[in-house]
């Protein structure tokens, strides 16, 4: 059994991926930069994109090219769905968005997606597999490229983001095209470095875990960024704890990331059963717009890299519940 919502799409090349998601997804897409463009400053949102869509160019030049068939196929214009896929980050908007967890050693990762009340028709669970790496991911028909909520990749890493607000914003490559690069990783010590020399227009957290429970988490602002190998059980929420980044959350930022994490500290322990760390990403104790499953989460997965099991729940399809999956695509535990 499969979600409604679930896709598989094969590619040898970004082009032809693209193209092929803008044939499944255009009609989506179109929808929403229709409703993108009732807004009043839709036409400053698109000029704005223009210049973090030349950063990207020069970094990430694959990346727009599947942009580029993505918007040929859906008939949409490159521009408008670039700003489409960086909308956050032209607006002063704090979204508080998701909750991760990593425990049993680095084998057993939850992970809540939050975004909008109404935004649960918004994703879907996408299989995509491009020129021999498959990626399993809740993946946003909003954000083309992907990549930026959890996946896990058949080079072995899975990814797990978390939004962050920051004081120091620039001129740079979005975090969204950083999200989707990195959800590709093969050595995240490697990628760490690289990422340095690549100029970013804000951050997010990323939580890695590759398929022999090793443990990593980068916090991203736009000009710093930090690698760290925590101590397991481990949870991450929408605020900075790298003693280096402290200072840098911005404005927007609200409680419900504290309580998120407060809520997960005292739930989560060393070793535990499937079954408990879903009861632990159901916990609702902190209220409708606080609690680990909140009024925004619009999906949730559970990997269990032991046994190359992913467990997903959709609020779109909640009658459902939980539906498995296997990682086939990883080496046998």
């Known amino acids: 059994m499969a979600h409604t919502f679930y896709h598989e799409v094969e590619a040898n090349t970004h082009a032809a991926l693209g193209y092929k998601l803008g044939n499944l997804f255009g009609e989506l897409t179109r929808a ?141 490559v979005p975090r969204n095209v950083i ?45 710093r960024q930090v690698l760290a190998r925590p101590s397991l059980p481990y949870v991450h929420t929408n605020h900075y704890l790298s003693s280096e980044l402290e200072g840098y959350d911005g404005a927007e930022k609200g409680d419900g990331t504290f309580k998120r994490y407060v809520a997960a500290c005292r739930l989560m322990t060393a070793r535990m059963t499937v079954s408990e760390l879903i009861t632990l990403s159901s916990d609702e104790t902190g209220g409708r717009r606080t609690s680990i499953l909140n009024q925004d989460t619009i999906g949730r997965m559970v990997v269990d890299l032991e046994n190359h099991i992913v467990k997903v729940w959709l609020r779109r399809e909640k009658k459902d519940g939980w539906i498995d999956y296997p990682l086939d695509f990883l080496s046998s535990p």
């Open 179 to 223: 999200a989707r690069w990195l959800s590709e990783t093969r050595d995240v010590p490697a990628d760490f470095e690289a990422l340095k020399a690549i100029p970013r227009s804000s951050g997010y957290n990323h939580v890695f875990v590759n398929s022999q429970g090793e443990a990593f988490d980068m916090e991203c602002t736009a000009t």
């Open 32 to 172: 929403d930069v229709a409703e993108a463009g009732a807004q009043r400053d839709w036409k400053h949102k698109v000029s704005a994109s223009r210049r973090l869509l030349k950063k990207t160019e020069q970094y990430f030049p694959h990346y727009v090219e599947e942009l580029n068939a993505y918007a040929d196929a859906a008939g949409i214009p490159l521009l408008e769905l670039w700003a489409l896929s960086v909308e956050d980050e032209l607006d002063e908007a704090g979204r508080e968005k998701c909750t991760t967890v990593v425990t049993n050693g680095g084998k057993l990762i939850s992970h809540n997606e939050d975004w909008d009340e109404d935004a649960d028709e918004a994703i879907c669970i996408l299989r995509k597999t491009l020129a021999g790496t498959t990626l399993f991911e809740i993946y946003y028909s909003a954000v083309p490229l992907g990549g930026c909520a959890i996946s896990i990749n058949s080079n072995g890493y899975l990814q797990a983001i978390n939004s962050l607000t920051q004081s120091d914003r620039q001129i740079g």
